[in-house]
């Protein structure tokens, strides 16, 4: 299988348990990897024969301005519902980081992943 990447989809999100948190945009950060095969995309250099991960950035963009949760966790599986399910990936591993969310700590966040790479 072969993976096709995002790194640092950088993201404004209200995302939070805290009050201040509820009435603040904060930025994170989203790292996608998805398994996938590349061969017939390789000899059509066609995008339809391909992940668009244009597409696929645009899909996460809309997905963090819509919600509101207040887990990383909700918002992190939601993602991958979507991503999958939409996309037809079999495999993916997201992480969604909270720069500076923790005093001392360059970012803090979750990495799951879901499904069969094979």
Known sequence: MDTIFVR???LDAVIGVFGW???VRQRI???LEMGTDITSAA???SLADTLDYKAISNRIRTLVAETQPQLVETLIELIAQTIMQEFNVPWLRIT???PGAVRGSA???VTIERG???
Do not use: H, Y
């Open 8 to 10: 640092d989809l950088s």
């Open 21 to 23: 948190e509820r009435q």
């Open 29 to 31: 950060s989203i790292d």
């Open 43 to 45: 000899s059509t250099d």
């Open 96 to 98: 969604i980081s909270k």
């Open 107 to 109: 970012a803090v966040g």
């Open 116 to 118: 069969v790479k094979s």
